[in-house]
């Protein structure tokens, strides 16, 4: 989608007025959502023994509504990165939890509208989450993620807007640097019975850096009925296609500071690209009976295809067991979760349980092929890879909480997981041989927390639990010792996790603070880089703990501040050897105990202040990220930074509720030279992903 030059033309004079932006309210806590995330229907947020945050998505935004990271600033102990490659997806981890991810999602669990974003071997995806109808993101950190089964250090959940009644059509256009453009809309109303939300939206860029292009296609619908007087079903679609999304690769140091822009040469020389296509299919069930029992229910199946060209030498691929430059992978999955809850009294006081079961079911074909045909590079070539993999969940999980007292109440949780992998074999060769196999992780993860209300308007809680996260398909791949077959040796990494919290709520003012301790066991980190092949090992202990606060305060009518900061200490608890060098095969460097774990920030920290009265607002926004280790041996660390965002916009209003809205946002203000994100471990010392130079978004929203 390219916007005329008119278009662009009458966007840019409508963006000149002295205007000012308004983005999303601040991330707030919001007792009638959050809930769901801890799976409680009469409790608040407010009184869960959790970390819990809510982000509005449908208030008034200036951003170019793409990827989710532009939207979770303002959550404490959320690191949300914006790879400037749509290629690969956004970086994200909670805690340090996921830090290691060189694409992809992984140690954190993710959820669409209900429906598992999170595969059965606990890797994940963003790309499909659809801004555009979004209603609003929860996000839960702590012990109590644990009850979402398998890779869950955290729990980010998306949900769309619900229909309502009279309807409403919003239509959004923006353009910006680097040849950015987006064309978006959304059709929520209500007849009768059924409601519905229709939301698509089509983003193009040329990229930041060179050999960057790419395109993407979204839409998402959800259609609600309602079941008697409380009771919904909704079916909820997604259509997601990204087409040879140019891949810039990572730069080193030098490459960077030579010029930020750049692609890495053999990204142009193999035409790196990624080509992804998902289409997904969800019910879900809410139907409450008599006036203390309810169902909850969720079934879904989807299929995502994923075709990717590497980089890989052609001489790499000599080896016979090397599964090529070409990744043509393709994945059916589905599943149902279904939970019956029950609100009383015991013993005098009010109590709520829940019980469930989840079953999760990941086919995945996967193929590789050569990246070369004769002398020409970046096609597809000869098969080298042929295996059909499953992955599966069976899981038990129940909860209650109980108001023990006046001030005080309880939350106990536990859940049974089994994760099975399994792998057939269809390439092979005298040289190759079968490489089938299985393996089955099996753990019970349990969770309490303590709720003590000195005041109406204060809170204090603790909370433990444990927590567990199996290595996925790609780092089962292959084996460490260089032999054939899946690395069935690798353990799950156990988690036992602590945390100490303080909420306040009173009048204009909330305020949140937690202290939190992650110890890990059998923690997980490559072992080396051969050929474009990464095996994984695991390294023993590892800790994560810190400290994170927020705050949202309206200052008068017009004006409200938001705050987050947090502090994190993430390293190795034990030594171990690792590779350090492009082409090693057998580890033989040594990481020190103590050492920071890659990929995590010590601090971060995020302002914004906001104006808005009725046509006219503005923002303005600090983001900061101290320095990132980009290997398990810390050689190399992404500097710190600071950065400065500001926005403006400007509304009309008509009679009959129709609405324009002129919107424009500089991100990078003061144009500082940044690593947005890193490549954690990239076995050609290739970590640096640049951030942009200051950049201008304009944009213009309809309503009616």
């Known amino acids: 989608m390219t916007l005329p030059p008119r278009a662009l033309l009458a966007l840019a004079v409508a963006i000149a007025l002295p205007v000012q932006a308004q983005q999303a309210p601040p991330a707030a806590t919001l007792d009638r959502i959050t809930v769901e995330a801890a799976r409680l229907r009469g409790v608040s947020a407010f009184d869960t023994p959790a970390s819990l945050d809510s982000v509005d998505l449908r208030a008034d ?3 170019a509504g793409v990827n989710v990271s532009e939207r979770l600033g303002g959550v404490p102990g959320v690191l949300a990165r914006d790879r400037q490659n749509y290629a690969q997806d956004t970086q994200l981890s909670i805690r340090g939890f996921g830090a290691r991810a060189t694409f992809g999602v992984r140690g954190v669990r993710l959820y669409a509208d209900g429906v598992p974003a999170t595969m059965p071997d606990g890797q994940g995806q963003l790309s499909h989450f659809n801004l555009m109808g979004g209603d609003r993101v929860e996000v839960l950190r702590g012990p109590f993620s644990a009850l979402y089964g398998n890779s869950s250090g955290g729990v980010l959940q998306f949900f769309s807007a619900d229909g309502q009644a009279p309807g409403e059509v919003d239509v959004r256009a923006g353009a910006g640097s680097y040849g950015s453009r987006s064309l978006g809309a959304r059709w929520l109303g209500r007849q009768g019975r059924v409601d519905y939300n229709l939301a698509a939206s089509v983003f193009d860029t040329d990229g930041y850096r060179q050999h960057s292009a790419a395109r993407r296609e979204s839409a998402n619908a959800k259609v609600g009925m309602a079941l008697g007087e409380q009771g919904r079903l909704q079916l909820v679609a997604n ?5 040879d999304a140019q ?12 010029d930020p822009r750049q692609a890495t040469a053999v990204a142009t020389q193999f035409n790196t690209r990624k080509s992804v296509r998902q289409d997904q299919l969800g019910l879900v069930l809410d139907l409450p ?14 299929q995502r295809d994923v075709t990717q060209y590497l980089a890989i030498p052609v001489a790499a691929q000599a080896n016979p067991l090397n599964s090529g430059g070409v990744i043509d992978l393709g994945n059916d999955y589905g599943g149902v979760d279904a939970r019956w809850s029950w609100q009383g009294q015991w013993a005098g006081h009010a109590v709520e349980t829940s019980v469930g079961v989840t079953a999760d079911r990941q086919n995945q074909q996967r193929r590789g092929y050569e990246n070369f045909a004769g002398n020409q590079l970046g096609v597809q070539g000869a098969l080298r890879r042929d295996e059909r993999n499953r992955a599966e969940n069976r899981d038990g999980y129940a909860q209650l909480w109980w108001q023990l007292a006046d001030r005080w109440s309880l939350l106990l949780g536990a859940r049974r997981s089994a994760v099975e992998f399994r792998s057939a074999d269809h390439y092979v060769t005298a040289a190759n041989p079968d490489d089938s196999g299985h393996v089955r992780y099996t753990q019970t993860t349990p969770v309490a927390g303590v709720m003590f209300a000195p005041t109406a308007h204060w809170r204090l809680y603790a909370s433990l639990g444990r927590g567990f996260e199996t290595p996925t398909f790609n780092e089962l791949g292959y084996r460490a010792d260089g032999g054939a077959g899946l690395a069935l040796d690798l353990q799950p990494a156990i988690s036992r996790h602590i ?14 603070l937690a202290l939190f301790r992650a110890d890990t066991d059998d923690e997980l980190s490559v072992a080396s880089n051969l050929g474009g092949r990464s095996t994984y090992r695991n390294v023993g202990r590892a800790r994560r703990q810190g400290v994170e606060t927020g705050l949202s305060l309206s200052l008068g009518q017009d004006w409200q501040w938001q705050l987050a900061y947090t502090w994190l200490q993430a390293s190795f608890r034990d030594g171990f050897l690792t590779c350090a060098r492009s082409g090693c095969a057998t580890p033989d460097t040594p990481v020190a105990a103590g050492t ?3 990929g995590t920030a010590r601090q971060q920290f995020y302002s914004r202040l906001a104006w808005e009265p009725a046509r006219w607002s503005a923002a303005m926004e600090v983001t900061a990220v101290s320095s990132v280790s980009v290997n398990d041996i810390g050689s190399e660390s992404a500097p710190g930074y600071a950065l400065l965002n500001l926005e403006a916009a400007r509304r009309w209003t008509w009679p009959g509720s129709s609405s324009l809205r002129a919107f424009a946002r500089i991100e990078n203000a003061l144009d500082r030279d940044y690593a947005g994100s890193v490549i954690v471990n990239e076995g050609n010392a290739r ?10 978004w304009l944009g213009l929203e309809w309503k009616h």
């Open 239 to 243: 259509h997601l296609d990204v087409p």
């Open 499 to 512: 945390e100490l919290g303080n909420k306040w709520r009173q009048g204009a003012l909330e305020w949140e």
């Open 247 to 258: 891949d810039p690769l990572g730069l080193s140091r030098a490459q960077w500071r030579a």
């Open 687 to 696: 970590y640096y992903e640049p951030g942009p130079e200051r950049s201008l």
């Open 596 to 598: 920071r774990i890659p």
């Open 61 to 63: 935004n200036a951003s």
């Open 289 to 302: 009976f008599g006036e203390q029992h309810s169902v909850h229910a969720v079934a879904y199946g989807g």
